[in-house]
């Protein structure tokens, strides 16, 4: 793809996130796109994102890395995005149904960096030397792409359909968790609707970390001390349909709530 229509799709991307509106498939529209495309489609949007509405850049995130969340969006590998400080809300907070086009609730850990990280051949080890803390987190996921109509290309360009994230309020040390194996529960209104489970995450998110930053060694991208790194749902991501609270829990350590206007 040119560069003409790498921006192009970035502007159209930001349009449908803006209104509201989503977009045909981008593959269709443009075939030549492929991942390297589409990352250089997140990048001209996150610059735009800081240039024009004066966003800031605060971490990355994996998505897709679970297979039960390949399954349901019919991807058979993980995608990645960048995360802004705009995309972030507060626990307790109300959300309104109709800032998104089609959501969904997703329920993963956070990592908050001490240190850096650049692949490629970071190890688990690096990663766990790098972390400062986890927090129980939720990603509420949404496409600008119509009817979740994506392939790989199409996720990506879309930033890794990341729609808002909240953070929980107890943050804890890896030590502190047994990541590779930590019930998840969500329920909407009081009533569970699905389970999953820390490990369903590469066997352990800190794995999952560790792919990510390997992977994006290849765009020269460096993790950075402070920064937030999400590494994937522990469960299949719900759909946020109508008005009522989410409780969103990791058995053992904590839980995060919010309300849907």
């Known amino acids: 793809?040119?560069?003409?229509?790498?921006?192009e799709?970035?502007?159209?991307?930001r349009t449908a996130r803006i209104n509201?509106?989503?977009i045909p498939t981008p593959k269709k529209t443009?075939?030549?796109l492929d991942a390297n495309g589409a990352f250089e489609v997140q990048r001209i949007t996150v610059r735009n994102a800081i240039d024009r509405d004066g966003d800031r850049h605060v971490g990355y995130k994996l998505g897709n890395i679970a297979k039960v969340m390949q399954d349901a969006f019919g991807l058979d590998e993980p995608d990645y995005g960048f995360l802004l400080g705009s995309f972030f809300v507060y626990e307790g907070t109300k959300i309104r149904l109709d800032q998104f086009i089609k959501p969904y609730v997703e329920l993963e850990p956070a990592f908050v960096l001490k240190g850096r990280l650049k692949g490629p051949n970071v190890t688990v080890a690096d990663v766990i030397s790098a972390v400062d803390y986890a927090i129980p987190a939720i990603e509420i996921i949404d496409s600008r792409v119509q009817d979740w109509a994506i392939g790989l290309e199409d996720t990506l360009a879309d930033n890794g359909s990341v729609g808002k994230v909240i953070l929980g309020g107890t943050p804890r040390r890896l030590t502190d968790l047994s990541l590779s194996n930590t019930k998840g529960v969500l329920k909407f209104k009081g009533q569970e609707i699905m389970t999953g489970n820390t490990g369903n995450i590469l066997g352990n998110p800190v794995s999952a970390v560790a792919w990510l930053v390997?992977?994006?060694?290849e765009y020269d991208v460096e993790f950075l001390p402070?920064?937030?790194?999400?590494?994937g749902s522990c469960l299949q991501a719900m759909p946020m349909?109508?008005?009522?609270?989410?409780?969103?829990t990791?058995?053992?350590?904590?839980?995060?709530?919010?309300?849907?206007?």
């Open 241 to 248: 349909e109508e008005p009522g609270r989410w409780t969103c």
């Open 9 to 13: 799709l970035a502007d159209a991307l």
């Open 30 to 32: 443009y075939p030549a």
């Open 214 to 217: 390997n992977r994006l060694a």
């Open 1 to 7: 793809m040119s560069a003409t229509e790498l921006h």
């Open 20 to 22: 509201r509106a989503p």
């Open 226 to 231: 402070g920064q937030v790194i999400m590494p």
């Open 250 to 261: 990791f058995e053992g350590w904590g839980t995060v709530e919010f309300d849907v206007v």
